[in-house]
């Protein structure tokens, strides 16, 4: 275990950590403090509340020398105005005994004063992407000098889209530089950013501690696809008393809102949905609702769910298996806090499998599984994405159609319709034998209420 004394830490720097009695690097601190100050990329896998924010700014303070030269040289993008704000709180903690110009850059204020705070000569920006490339645009603020980034808050800044603004500040940052990303969860934009723009990065995950398994009681069950799910979710979900406050994760935004519109049919205001394409009040209103029992159900994304503090969640429902391990944990780390019994439960489809194993294995833990309730109907209805998955020649067949009109394609389209329709009934056959109990098509009729509701 290191000390802060074992990072050699300059004695201006040092003396704030007395100040703020801080007395022993955090777990991600220990791990990113050498890598970081000798120069590597970085990719650093932690929660708010793990002091990730000082595992980067005192190795980034400890190297920054001082300067005159009046453009930046660390600049540190996070995604909200807010946490700009709390970045540069933290900031000013650790200097107090060192003489570094910091400015925080956000939109809805004026520019025109931000502007002026640039050109009087500042060593690190934080801002958020947007005003930040804003300002680069102008003459004002250089980016040729900057000689780290940090992107904090990846996943969510991935997830508010700003992909575009993020590739567009690249381009004006010069090549050779420290990249710095934090994230409290992997996603695959996160894995597409790092795998686009790192070198060689060093990557530590802090995983949370004291999962609290020992509160939290586990149960999964195997379901073939998207609507076999939403009735067993019906069937669980209408115990009220068992399930008063239940957050259910998708791994998309498009399966949260297609799961809001199916249960929306039984369960009506019982249930919300946030994710970050939802407006900033549509999310407040949600998460008050839910707060405040207005309603018991909300389902939500993983990254958006980080950001949300709810107490006495009675279950955590993954809809999807998470693609990343670590976030099940995540997921399931919101039930059973503070010593109360919690309730977790995974469903999963064959292609989750994989997934689950995952899973279990990061845990050294196996999910008990649960067999699907009798009245669980089995639906043979599909999503687009798993029809995609499981019949890739339907689409072929629409290409056909059009490309070729006339007798020739005739027989030809009837050729791979029969195909077509032959795979989708060994599917319903599969289903049949896998699950073993005739399959209806119950969920058909609540789909056409569905659309009658939106109509
Ligand atoms: P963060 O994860 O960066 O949001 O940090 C969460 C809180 O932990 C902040 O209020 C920090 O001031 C505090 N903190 C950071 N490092 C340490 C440390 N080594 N010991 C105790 N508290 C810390």
Known sequence: MKTFEDFKIKKQLYNAIVDLGLEKPTPIQQESFSPILAGNDFVGIAQTGTGKTFAYLLPILQDL???EQPHPRVLILVPT????????EEINKLIPYISTRVVGVYGGTNIKTQKKAIGDGIDIIVGTPRRLYDLALTNVLRLKFIKKLVIDEVDIMLDFGYKTQIRNIFEYLPRKRQNILFSATMTTYVDDLIDGFLINPVKKTISISGTPLDTISQE????PNFYTKVNLLKHLLSDKAEFNKVLIFTSTKNNADRLFE???????????VIHSSKTQSHRSTSIENFENGTSRILIATDVIARGIDIEKISTVISFDTSFYAENYIHRIGRTGRAEEQGRSILL??????ELKEAIEKLMNYTIPVRELPAEVEISTQLTPEERKILFPEEEEEVIIEVE???GAAFHEKSAKNSKVNAERKSYKRKLQERYKKPIKRGDKIQNMKAKKRKR
Request: include cysteine; hydrophobic fraction near 35%.
């Open 81 to 88: 105005r807010e946490l700009v704000i709390q970045m540069m």
């Open 220 to 223: 999964c069950y195997a379901a």
């Open 262 to 272: 199916a249960l929306e049919i039984d369960f009506a205001s019982e249930v919300s």
């Open 404 to 406: 070729r009109e006339g």
């Open 65 to 67: 020398k001082y300067s």
């Open 348 to 353: 999963y489809s064959e292609k989750e499998t």
